[in-house]
Structures are given as structure tokens and as C-alpha cells.
């Protein structure tokens, strides 16, 4: 079992990475002392999967278990399902200790990690991520929100689970187009800190593909000291360190939005598609050399992810760009790389340069 340290005070916590932990999370936890009733968010076929291992789990440690399912989609991300799931926890926890697990993927992570942070003012919550992208990033740092019909997590809260416990057994069972999606999370390690990581991937991506586990033990290892460090540095996303985490998040989260966050775009795809925008964008402005756009664009599809935009609207995602919580005084921040593992945030790009870059990934 490898451990990641994120340092954060009073609120630092380990990510914990390794094969067949999800038998062990009942140990885990009981040492943190968080609670004797663990309310699981999931969705059906993950309790079908994984939900009577930790169940069980639980159980020799002590713990009470009640199972709380939500829809398998981006849109259970939503105002509805979060005071759907609040009022079930309220009326459960009577005369109990309850704290949260997530088990599942970004989407449950989210929505679990705001339920959390709500309910009681906050009560201690777990991450048990079930997807390679969620092992990565989005279980690591705090940052839990639920979607808005303007933009994506635009109702949030920075707040920290006691554990995130990342079974590498688990991500066996995904489809290749999950594992796609989590690649591009990694890609975008590589590009904003780590040229060795990038150069990893360039060379190992086949073997990460297939779900070799001593390649994925490596990449979602570098991945998450990456994001502990930042996280520790700037974990209110205040200081300027932690905006580069966003790097092709911009358009990517307005192509989920401008796609009303369906099945059409996954969060990896989306995002693939925005670092590829963010690429040209920076090629354009003389930061990035050509011929290092074209780099990233090859490792994209390599990964089995898209570069270009099928069957939305330009309009539609311009329009959901202008919600991108990075705006500042009303003026545009992009992260955009200079070099594989190198980025920066650059202000004021004109609106006919970003216009232009979205609309050459637009498929004829």
C-alpha cells in the first residue's frame, strides 16, 4: 500500500493507494474514530459490485451500514438529489454517529462530499473512488459541488474528507471508455507539473489502457502527489497555485454544460477537448511551440480521447464559458502550457482568439 500525505493542518489526511483495500476500509476507518453508522452514497451497480465487500468490511469493524443510491449520471449532481439525500440522512440519524462514504466515482464524490459538508454544519465523510479519473483527482482536494443549469459546480464547498481509500482491484471492472476518461486527467498532470509523468504516459499508455496494474499504481501515485502538494499550498484555491489543476477546464466544462451534461460527454472527454483548445489558444499567443501543441494533441488520441467537438452548438458553449468561475473582475483566465509539464494563467484573451480555437475543434 502506497500513502500520499496531504498536509493540511488540523484538516491533512492520507490517499491511500493500493490492490484490495476495499476489504481492509473497515480497519481504515475505524482508526480515524469518525463515527459508528456509515451512510454509503452509490449508485445501484456499484452496491451491486462492491457494496456487500464493504458492507461487510464494516460490519467486523463495528459499523453500522445504510446504503444511499443515486442516479448513475452526471445529473445526480443536482439541487434535487443533494436535499433528496439530506432529508434521508436526517431521518435515519437518530440516536447515531453517521458520517458519509463515497463510493464511487467524480460524480457520487461530489455530490457526497456537499451532502457532508451541509448536513449539521459538516459531519466527517470518506472517499472510496471507483473510477481511475476520480482516483486521480477529483477525490483528492476538497473541492465537493453540485451543478447549476448555467454551469457546471457553481453550488459548492472546499471541504476535506478524513480519508480517501483508492483500490486499485476496483478500476479492473471499468470500460474503456472510463479508463479514457481518467487518462486525461493524468495527461493534464503531466502537461501542468511533471514532464517525466507526460513522457511515462507518451511511452506506457498501451499498458495503462489495459489495465496493467503496476503501470496504474504509477500514475495515479505521481497524479496525486501532484495534486496533494498543490492542494497544501493553496487549498482554498486562493494563492494562484492551485488554478493550474484547471488546466483544460475551462471549455471543457462548458462543452458538459453546453451538452446538458448527458452522456455525450464524459468529464475525461470534455476536458481532452478543452486542453486541446487551451493548446491552440497558446500556440496562437507564441507561448506554446507548434510542434508541442501537436505533442499533446498525439498523446490525446492516443488515450483514446476526442480532439474535436460532434453535435453541440458554438453558441451554446461560448455561452457556457462565460459562467467559468476562473473569471476575475470580469476578465477571462485560462491556464494555458508553454511546455509538456509547464503552464501558466494568462488574463484578457481576446474573445475572438477563444472564439476561434473553439470553433476549429468544431466537426464539420
Known amino acids: 500500500m502506497n500513502r500520499v500525505r496531504v498536509s493540511l ?5 492520507d490517499v491511500l493507494i493500493g490492490d484490495g483495500l476495499l476489504s481492509k476500509s473497515g480497519a481504515i476507518i475505524k482508526k480515524l474514530n469518525i463515527g459508528r453508522d456509515a451512510v454509503v452514497i452509490t449508485n445501484k451497480a456499484l452496491r451491486r459490485a462492491y457494496g456487500k465487500t464493504l458492507k461487510n468490511s464494516l460490519n467486523r469493524s463495528g ?10 449520471s452526471e445529473k445526480a449532481k443536482s439541487s434535487r438529489t443533494l436535499l433528496k439525500v439530506l432529508n434521508h440522512i436526517a431521518a435515519y440519524d437518530k440516536n447515531r454517529s453517521v458520517f458519509i462514504i463515497a463510493l464511487g466515482g467524480g460524480v457520487v464524490g461530489d455530490l457526497a462530499g456537499f451532502a457532508a459538508a451541509a448536513y449539521k454544519r459538516g459531519i466527517p465523510y470518506v472517499q472510496i473512488p471507483t473510477t481511475l479519473l476520480a482516483q486521480v483527482d477529483s477525490s483528492v482536494g476538497g473541492k465537493v459541488a453540485i451543478d447549476l443549469p448555467a454551469a457546471k459546480n457553481l453550488a459548492g464547498a472546499f471541504y476535506q474528507p478524513k480519508v480517501v481509500i483508492s483500490d486499485i482491484n476496483v478500476l479492473m471492472s471499468l470500460s474503456p471508455r472510463q479508463v479514457h ?4 486527467e493524468i495527461i493534464k498532470y503531466g502537461a501542468i507539473k511533471d514532464g517525466a509523468l507526460f513522457v511515462y504516459l507518451e511511452r506506457n499508455y498501451k499498458k495503462a489502457a489495459s489495465l496493467d496494474k503496476k503501470t496504474l499504481a504509477h500514475l495515479i501515485m505521481q497524479s496525486v502527489r501532484i495534486k496533494a502538494r498543490l492542494v497544501g499550498e493553496d487549498e482554498l484555491d486562493r494563492k494562484g497555485k492551485r488554478i493550474i489543476l484547471n488546466y483544460g477546464h475551462t471549455i471543457g466544462h462548458a462543452i458538459e454544460a453546453a451538452s446538458s451534461y448527458s452522456n455525450r460527454y464524459n468529464h475525461g472527454e470534455a476536458i481532452a477537448i478543452g486542453m486541446c483548445v487551451a493548446a491552440d489558444i497558446a500556440s496562437k499567443l507564441n507561448l506554446l511551440k507548434r510542434d508541442d501543441a501537436e505533442r499533446i494533441e498525439r498523446l490525446i488520441k ?11 452548438k458554438f453558441n451554446k458553449i461560448y455561452e457556457a464559458h462565460l459562467h467559468d468561475k476562473k473569471f476575475v473582475r470580469n476578465k477571462n483566465r485560462f491556464v494555458l502550457p508553454y511546455a509538456p509539464g509547464n503552464v501558466r494563467v494568462v488574463e484578457a484573451i481576446p474573445d475572438r482568439m477563444i472564439a ?3 470553433k476549429k475543434r468544431l466537426s464539420r
Open 9 to 13: 493542518g488540523d484538516r491533512s489526511y
Open 63 to 72: 459499523t453500522s451500514v445504510k446504503f444511499e443510491l443515486v442516479p448513475d
Open 181 to 184: 476518461s481518467g487518462l486525461a
Open 302 to 312: 492516443k488515450c483514446g480521447l476526442p480532439t474535436k467537438i460532434e453535435g453541440l
Open 356 to 358: 476561434e480555437a473553439v
